[in-house]
């Protein structure tokens, strides 16, 4: 990754007729502007279908509860959200889920996904909502032979794309209105954020989850002990259960 990152800086300087990563770090300081280039360069955009299938699978055994819950609660769907959700790679897994692994259940509620990220044209491959074979190579190979029409890159079929939203926003400085009962933030603010900025985004993100909802993140990483005490670890895969009340 950081290889990956410095090849794109050293393009952009090479761009801009610098020398090097000197002149770069001094560009900089004449051109504050730059610095949304420099951001842009060190995203990382990489994500799968199913990503670490095991995450899933725990998942689904949790959901279940959280579905029973909510139906006490006379909720009429699972508000769910995807922080960083890059092409719509786990927006679309959830929804393959509410339809593989939920639906043909007794306990059901449909799913309301809002998928959101900082990159425009990562969103635009997510609403398109085509893939290349590699990006389902964790998925349940019946529910590829299902869910996708094949041509030259593999398409949703029609009936997953629905109850889905897509919008462009910078978790730094936004999030989403209103509460949710399921929030996936894999990969982004507890790998590439600083960790001032990840209790920033962990607080933010308790404050949209209901309690007794439930919070995936990535499989490596851990939250920052600020946040710790609101939540549950309900596995040691990055899924957590707010707490009913604050301790
Ligand atoms: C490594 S990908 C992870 C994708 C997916 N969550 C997964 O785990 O497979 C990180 C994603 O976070 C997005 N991202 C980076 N910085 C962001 C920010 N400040 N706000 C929202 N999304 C951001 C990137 O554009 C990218 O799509």
């Not at 259940?105 to 799913?111: A, D, T, V, W, Y």
């Not at 890159?153 to 400085?173: H, M, N, P, T, V």
């Not at 989403?176 to 993100?205: K, M, S, W």
């Not at 989850?209 to 600020?226: M, Y």
Request: hydrophobic residues 35%.
């Amino acid at each position: 990754m950081r290889r990956r990152v410095c090849r794109r800086l050293r393009n952009r300087f090479q761009q801009l007729g610098l020398e090097d990563f000197a002149s770069y770090t001094i560009y900089l300081l004449d051109h504050p502007d730059e610095w949304s280039v420099v951001d842009a360069c060190c995203r990382i955009t990489i994500s799968r279908f199913y990503r670490d299938a095991q995450v899933f699978e725990q998942l689904c055994q949790a959901l279940p509860s959280l579905i029973q819950l909510r139906q006490e609660r006379r909720n009429s769907s699972l508000r769910c959200w995807c922080a960083g959700c890059a092409s719509g790679e786990e927006v679309y897994t959830l929804k393959l889920i509410e339809h593989f692994r939920l639906s043909s259940k007794k306990l059901f509620l449909p799913l309301h996904i809002l998928g959101t990220d900082v990159d425009e044209y990562l969103l635009s491959r997510a609403r398109r909502g085509c893939y290349s074979k590699g990006t389902l190579k964790e998925l349940p190979k019946p529910w590829i032979a299902q869910a996708f029409d094949v041509n030259q890159q593999y398409c949703l079929k029609s009936a997953f794309r629905e109850g889905i939203q897509f919008e462009q926003q910078d978790i730094r400085k936004q999030m989403p209105d209103g509460l949710f009962h399921l929030i996936l933030c894999r990969n982004l603010a507890f790998t590439y954020f600083e960790p001032i900025l990840q209790q920033e985004v962990l607080r933010g993100i308790l404050h949209h989850l209901v309690p007794e909802g439930i919070l995936l993140i990535g499989k490596k990483e851990s939250l920052p002990i600020d946040g710790n005490s609101q939540v549950i670890k309900l596995s040691s895969l990055g899924i957590y259960q707010k707490r009913t009340e604050r301790i």
